[in-house]
């Protein structure tokens, strides 16, 4: 079975991450990688869909593949949010929306009547030489692992052809 999209490289970057200084296009070779975007650390729906990555993430080990968040909040946001939910992955801070906006995840949002602009729920799925070969958009949390863990598993299938 052939995935849905277009494949496209992921674009060139260099931004701060927990536990690492900073994270480059290169660290997302010669490994499968999920990238996930969310609004905000410590918000209902992030936290859920945190705590559902730190869960699972053998699962996805297992598969061979890492796990990056990202949002625009700060590092030292970042570092809280992780240490308080022990989550065993790295944050991406992205303040000023470079990846963001690269990716297309940041939209115009309402809330109480005022647009902002903000981070839609977005994951990307990508392949040992730093190709996006899925996308997720508007991601609801529940049930969004277990079809991310499928597709991994179908792209593997497919490059292991």
Request: proline share 4%.
């Amino acid at each position: 079975m052939a995935l849905k999209e277009n494949p496209f490289a992921l674009p060139e970057f260099d931004l701060p991450a927990t536990n690492r200084g900073s994270v480059t296009r290169e660290q997302f070779k010669n490994s499968f990688s999920i990238l996930y975007f969310y609004p905000r650390d410590d918000t209902p729906g992030c936290t859920r869909e945190a705590q559902d990555f730190r869960d699972h993430y053998q699962d996805f080990q297992r598969l061979g593949a890492q796990i990056w968040g990202i949002s625009r909040d700060t590092l030292q946001k970042h570092e809280k949010f992780r240490e308080k939910y022990a989550l065993p992955f790295d944050l991406i801070s992205d303040q000023e929306g470079v990846l963001c906006e690269a990716l297309g995840v940041l939209k115009e949002k309402k809330l109480y009547g005022k647009l902002s602009i903000g981070i839609e729920r977005s994951t990307f799925l990508v392949d040992p030489q730093a190709i996006v070969q899925q996308s997720w958009r508007r991601v609801k949390v529940d049930g969004h692992i277990n079809h991310l863990l499928a597709a991994l598993s179908q792209l593997q299938d497919i490059i292991s052809d």
